[in-house]
């Protein structure tokens, strides 16, 4: 695996308009120091212990991105200094994320997860349940968190016809609520589909095994 090679390679194939998450999880840090020496600086990390002691190691100018299911418990191991987190699907865990921002006197940015693929998943929350909390009172009371947009997930499959219905209608619901919430960032797309997610809208990508080749879980 050529890292610096995969990364670079990749990154010269993005509108200027789409940022990289480069997935690091499972990878050990002399892996991520290869993209960080190409000048990469924007890292995912699905697990906040993972993620923490990594942040540790490596260089503090590095921007860390929790994109995986986040418990309310783990908050405050990563609001010193987490970047974005991708994949907050309730208030009562925006409640947590603001009240361990405010303690740390930072606002921490966040999207929220919506559901879109058709496969049955635990995470992320319906059309409707994410307008009702973007407009409740006590959503708006939050001082120390910024939603900043949306992301989602498509379902695990090979049939492109599906994947690019479950992108197109994420977008159409960004589109349509991007003025009123101030959204920037839609996180749509992963190795095996990003090029799909940046055609239906994506402007925010999370790629791990293209660049840093496959994971091994033992
Ligand atoms: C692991 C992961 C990715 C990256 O997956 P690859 O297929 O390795 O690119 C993207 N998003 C989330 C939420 C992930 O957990």
Request: with cysteine.
């Amino acid at each position: 695996m050529n890292i610096a090679e995969n990364l670079t390679e990749l990154k010269n194939t993005l509108p200027s308009y789409v940022s990289l998450v480069a997935v690091t999880k499972t990878k050990p840090v002399s892996d991520i120091m290869e993209a960080y020496d190409v000048g990469h600086r924007v890292f995912g990390e699905n697990k906040i212990q993972e993620m923490e002691s990594k942040w540790r190691e490596m260089p503090k100018d590095v921007q860390w991105h929790m994109i995986g299911h986040v418990q309310r418990n783990k908050v405050k191991y990563m609001a010193p200094f987490v970047h974005l987190i991708h994949a907050v699907d309730s208030l009562k865990l925006l409640k947590e994320i603001n009240k361990e921002a405010e303690k740390n006197s930072r606002v921490i940015k966040c999207l929220l997860q919506v559901k879109i693929a058709e496969e049955d998943s635990k995470f992320g929350m319906g059309e409707a349940d994410a307008l009702q909390l973007l407009a409740s009172e006590e959503f708006k009371k939050f001082k120390n968190i910024s939603v900043i947009g949306l992301m989602g997930m498509a379902t695990f499959t090979d049939n492109e016809v599906q994947i690019t219905n479950e992108f197109q209608k994420l977008k159409k619901f960004y589109e349509q609520h991007q003025n009123a919430f101030q959204f920037t960032t839609l996180s749509m797309g992963m190795s095996s589909d990003y090029n799909l997610a940046i055609a239906n809208g994506s402007n925010m990508i999370r790629v791990g095994s293209a660049i840093f080749g496959e994971r091994n879980y033992n």
